[in-house]
């Protein structure tokens, strides 16, 4: 009875995950790790190494689908992934140094307000308009917001997927396809460096938890991607819009319960 339950718990944690790491490049955490501490009563630091575990391969799979129908943007993502990365480092050494705040609802309110605005007010830039401008200015631009999104990241401790979209679809001027591309190319090793620095650190996972996980993220992540790579730019705003809002809502719900 209770492998059935975390069978179920666990298939619909991989399904939010992999249809928000599929459409908008979000982080599997944010929606795995509270169901994983709400429902199977998981320690909040080990539900957090399987939640990036599972990013791992869900983000990989994604890029791999998107990069392979020409919406990556590698260049600009290696340079933005490498400031992401630093920054991420020197936000958490700020963070120990301030007082604890609770900021971890950050995350989840950007998630629910983000998908608002892809419904009402869609990314419609072409791929013509965005390489229209200097590459440059592109790379100079990805450097400076992986610096402020790492940083954030840090900082905060979480929203690493939504940034990065936000700043991609409404800063760098990307197309969205290209955006979610990009960003879950610089996901999947951001998530590979949590999850072995948590596992090193906490110790190994419940292991059944983590291939359920693994498994179940990676399946959805596979189909989200294959979709949105079809969909029609008008289309894919309004899914990506509602995967975001359902998914914050849920984890609102999740974090009221806790």
Request: glycine share 10%; charged share 10%; net charge positive.
């Given at each position: 009875?209770?492998?059935?339950?975390?069978?179920?718990?666990?298939?619909?944690?991989?399904?939010?995950?992999?249809?928000?790491?599929?459409?908008?490049?979000?982080?599997?955490?944010?929606?795995?790790?509270?169901?994983?501490?709400?429902?199977?009563?998981?320690?909040?630091?080990?539900?957090?190494?399987?939640?990036?575990?599972?990013?791992?391969?869900?983000?990989?799979?994604?890029?791999?689908?998107?990069?392979?129908?020409?919406?990556?943007?590698?260049?600009?993502?290696?340079?933005?992934?490498?400031?992401?990365?630093?920054?991420?480092?020197?936000?958490?050494?700020?963070?120990?140094?301030?007082?604890?705040?609770?900021?971890?609802?950050?995350?989840?309110?950007?998630?629910?307000?983000?998908?608002?605005?892809?419904?009402?007010?869609?990314v419609m830039t072409t791929k013509e308009t965005m390489l229209a401008v200097s590459a440059k200015k592109r790379a100079i631009?990805?450097?400076?917001?992986?610096?402020?999104?790492?940083?954030?990241?840090?900082?905060?401790?979480?929203?690493?997927?939504?940034?990065?979209?936000?700043?991609?679809?409404?800063?760098?001027?990307?197309?969205?396809?290209?955006?979610?591309?990009?960003?879950?190319?610089?996901?999947?090793?951001?998530?590979?460096?949590?999850?072995?620095?948590?596992?090193?650190?906490?110790?190994?996972?419940?292991?059944?938890?983590?291939?359920?996980?693994?498994?179940?993220?990676?399946?959805?992540a596979r189909i989200a991607a294959v979709f949105a790579n079809k969909a029609s730019p008008k289309t894919l705003n309004r899914a990506?819009?509602?995967?975001?809002?359902?998914?914050?809502?849920?984890?609102?719900?999740?974090?009221?319960?806790?």
């Amino acid at each position: 009875m209770k492998l059935l339950f975390t069978i179920i718990v666990t298939f619909f944690a991989g399904m939010g995950a992999g249809l928000g790491t599929g459409f908008a490049g979000m982080s599997a955490a944010a929606v795995i790790s509270p169901m994983l501490i709400t429902f199977l009563d998981m320690d909040p630091y080990m539900a957090v190494g399987i939640a990036l575990s599972s990013d791992v391969l869900a983000s990989a799979i994604s890029a791999y689908t998107y990069g392979k129908n020409k919406n990556l943007d590698v260049r600009n993502g290696l340079i933005m992934m490498v400031s992401v990365l630093t920054f991420t480092v020197i936000g958490s050494y700020v963070a120990s140094l301030v007082p604890p705040a609770t900021m971890g609802g950050f995350s989840v309110c950007m998630t629910f307000l983000l998908g608002i605005k892809f419904i009402v007010k869609p990314v419609m830039t072409t791929k013509e308009t965005m390489l229209a401008v200097s590459a440059k200015k592109r790379a100079i631009q990805s450097l400076v917001c992986g610096v402020i999104i790492g940083f954030i990241c840090g900082f905060v401790g979480a929203g690493g997927g939504m940034m990065m979209l936000l700043i991609l679809t409404s800063v760098l001027g990307f197309e969205l396809k290209t955006a979610v591309g990009t960003s879950v190319f610089i996901m999947a090793f951001t998530a590979l460096t949590g999850a072995i620095s948590h596992f090193a650190i906490g110790g190994a996972p419940d292991w059944t938890v983590f291939v359920l996980c693994v498994a179940f993220t990676l399946i959805w992540a596979r189909i989200a991607a294959v979709f949105a790579n079809k969909a029609s730019p008008k289309t894919l705003n309004r899914a990506t819009g509602v995967v975001l809002v359902v998914l914050g809502a849920v984890v609102m719900l999740f974090s009221l319960l806790t």
